[in-house]
């Protein structure tokens, strides 16, 4: 059975892309128990919603915004790599 691993040696674009999903998801379900506020779970939702967007359509806005910044992908460093 193959075990998928992240390389885990640099940042790059998808490697960001899902801690900042994962902080805020964690952050948002923390402040709504805490405060009580029942708005902070509609943003919870809607990382959800778009987290299932980019598996079928492949489209990431937060990656999009990461990249124009200059933050290489995965795929730029190892062709970087090879040469």
Do not use: Q
Not at 17 to 44: D, P
Not at 53 to 67: N, Q, R, V, Y
Request: charged share 15%.
């Amino acid at each position: 059975m193959a075990i998928y691993r992240a390389k885990t040696d640099s940042w790059y674009v998808e490697r960001i892309t899902s801690f900042l999903a994962g902080f805020f998801v964690f952050f948002s379900v923390i402040l709504g128990l805490y405060t009580g506020n029942k708005y902070f779970f509609y943003f919870t939702a809607f990382i959800g919603f778009m987290l299932m967007f980019f598996a079928i359509t492949g489209l990431c806005p937060s990656s999009i915004m990461l990249h124009k910044i200059g933050v290489p992908s995965l795929l730029e460093r190892y062709c970087e790599e090879e040469k």
